[in-house]
């Protein structure tokens, strides 16, 4: 069996600027995932998105099957988020965030202009090569946003227990176990609806979704999820255990078993 979690040939703008030589490598990597994929006796896929893609790509006869990650909900749990605020000097009023890499493919200014007259301080995690256009951003916009840079993995529950609202606002997504974690730890996600995000995220249930490049939509979205924060954090935690790498493993056992039985009788 194969796991598929990176679409490679939307990666192929950073090997090159040119392109010609652009859409040479996409068309490479498409081919190749086609031939690899299509000798699997099953593609496992994170998200629906995600084998949809991998459906159109290999042949009809190879299954494609979605199951999540997991995440691990002993370590993503509620926390209490006082002695990060602390650390960083955060402020008490609502905060809304992200942390993860800085990439431009992740529409992070998205989330920046939905702030820009929000009540609320942006607190972002993670570093890449975006950060300084979106620090840049942010000063022109007069957003109150707080850049902390790489977070080590033993911060994570605490930051995600310390906001109101996660906003994840990637098209790009395969999965978005960030979002994932973020619930685990009870916050709930705005997310765009676009991508694994359209799946990821319930609406009304763990958080709420805007179209891709709706500024006043996600604004609205964080909004109401701050609205809501209360409701929405108790329909976050009543959905761990579906969300547990335990679960995970167990669909993911009863897979091969199928597999395996379905190869014994060729």
């Not at 190749?32 to 299509?38: A, C, I, K, Q, T």
């Not at 800085?102 to 607190?123: I, M, P, Q, W």
């Not at 935690?237 to 790498?245: G, H, I, K, T």
Request: glycine share 8%.
């Amino acid at each position: 069996m194969t796991s598929y979690h990176t679409p490679t040939a939307e990666y192929a703008d950073y090997l090159t600027s040119r392109p010609r030589i652009e859409d040479g490598i996409e068309r490479l990597a498409e081919r190749y995932e086609r031939w690899f994929l299509s000798r699997s006796d099953a593609v496992i896929c994170p998200s629906e998105d995600a084998g949809d893609r991998v459906r159109e790509a290999v042949d009809p006869d190879t299954p494609v099957e979605v199951l999540s990650n997991g995440v691990d909900v002993d370590f993503f749990a509620p926390t209490d988020p006082e002695p990060f605020r602390e650390r960083y000097d955060l402020p008490a009023g609502p905060l809304v965030g992200y942390t993860g890499r800085h990439g431009y493919e992740k529409n992070l200014s998205e989330f920046l202009r939905a702030a820009a007259g929000l009540d609320a301080t942006v607190v972002v995690g993670g570093d890449g090569p975006a950060r300084e256009d979106l620090e840049s951003l942010a000063a022109d916009l007069d957003v109150d946003a707080r850049f902390l840079g790489f977070l080590p993995r033993e911060e994570l529950p605490a930051f995600y227990s310390l906001l109101d609202a996660f906003v994840f606002p990637s098209p790009v997504e395969t999965q978005g176990l960030v979002a994932l974690e973020s619930n685990a730890c009870g916050t709930p996600v705005v997310a765009v609806d676009a991508g694994a995000l359209s799946n990821t995220v319930e609406d009304g249930v763990t958080g709420y979704h805007y179209d891709h490049g709706d500024v006043a939509g996600c604004r609205r979205a964080i909004e109401r999820v701050l609205d809501e924060r209360d409701s929405l954090a108790r329909s976050c935690l009543d959905r761990r255990d579906s969300l547990s790498v335990d679960h995970a493993v167990d669909q993911l056992a009863d897979l091969y078993g199928r597999v395996i039985d379905e190869n014994g009788k060729k």
